[in-house]
């Protein structure tokens, strides 16, 4: 398997939408009751989490491969 590079984002994202998932699936199973709005805060919260994940995250990145260029060159 081709290894890939870790991408936080898309695992933030994950997480909370299997989270949706879980309260809609607990409701369809009568466990709870879950209103229908009640994935739009999750979705919301968990794309802009996602989205600032993810800048920090390239920017760390690049960071890091802005330092390492500087020392071979040096």
């Keep these: 398997m081709p290894r890939h590079e870790f991408q936080p984002g ?8 299997t989270a949706g998932g ?7 199973g009568g466990w ?5 709005f009640a ?3 999750v979705v919301v919260i968990g794309l802009c989490l996602a989205g600032a994940v993810a800048s920090v995250n ?3 990145r690049r ?11 040096s």
């Design 10 to 17: 898309k695992l933030v994202v994950g997480l909370f939408l």
């Design 22 to 28: 879980v309260a809609y699936a607990g409701d369809a």
């Design 32 to 36: 709870w009751d879950t209103e229908w």
């Design 39 to 41: 994935i739009i805060p």
């Design 58 to 60: 390239h920017a760390v």
């Design 63 to 73: 960071r890091r491969t802005n330092r390492g260029a500087g020392a071979a060159n």
